[in-house]
């Protein structure tokens, strides 16, 4: 039983190690905006964790087209009691032309995706899921809570650390009074007084 678990995450690790380095190989556009707060970023140094192609299989519109290449990030990601899993995404398609030329394109808004069971849905525009909604659209507010916690925690890694992450957003000058309650007291710990 052992060898066996042992076995899957062997196979795991290695398929995470392939994606990741041909992940590498792919080119970036120097600067990305994250689809959350808009803070503007440098992709030589803030890393966010790419998106696995297996989690978006079967999305309707996340497929690539002849000439492009999506590059997907999580911003966020949370599960529900029911086992479907919410995704955070942002981040850039590379275009090319005839002659090999390549184009960056960068998604400033991101997007909201659910799987459930080997289903993907595209939800909403990011910025648009985080907005104070007197309502439950259709991610409910325990979910979105989640989400913006992930958030948090994921932003201060990719920016390293706390006191970079604080610094930025102060350079940035993001307005806690612009965000929900739930983004607000998700980033409290950064956010200026």
Not at 35 to 64: I, Q, W
Not at 109 to 116: H, K, Q
Not at 133 to 157: C, H, Q, T
Request: proline share 5%; with cysteine; charged share 25%.
């Amino acid at each position: 039983m052992q060898s066996v678990d042992f076995s899957r995450f062997l196979i795991t690790a290695v398929l995470t190690f392939i994606h990741y380095s041909a992940f590498a190989a792919l080119p970036a556009p120097e600067i990305v905006t994250d689809p959350v707060l808009g803070l503007r970023y440098e992709t030589a140094h803030v890393k966010f964790e790419p998106l696995p192609n297996h989690a978006v299989a079967n999305c309707e519109y996340m497929s690539d087209e002849p000439g492009w290449k999506s590059v997907w990030f999580i911003h966020a990601q949370a599960q529900d009691s029911s086992g479907k899993i919410y995704y955070v995404i942002g981040g850039y398609d590379i275009g090319s032309n005839a002659a090999g030329a390549q184009k960056f394109f960068t998604n400033v808004y991101g997007l909201i995706v659910v799987t459930d069971r080997g289903t993907c849905i595209t939800l909403d525009e990011t910025r648009e899921t985080f907005e104070a909604k007197p309502f439950d659209g259709e991610i409910k507010r325990p979910v979105r809570k989640l989400l913006a916690a992930d958030y948090a925690r994921r932003l201060e890694r990719a920016f390293g650390g706390a006191e970079q992450l604080r610094t930025e957003m102060h350079n940035q000058y993001v307005d806690k009074d612009t965000l929900s309650l739930d983004m607000q007291r998700a980033l409290k710990s950064y956010l200026p007084r």
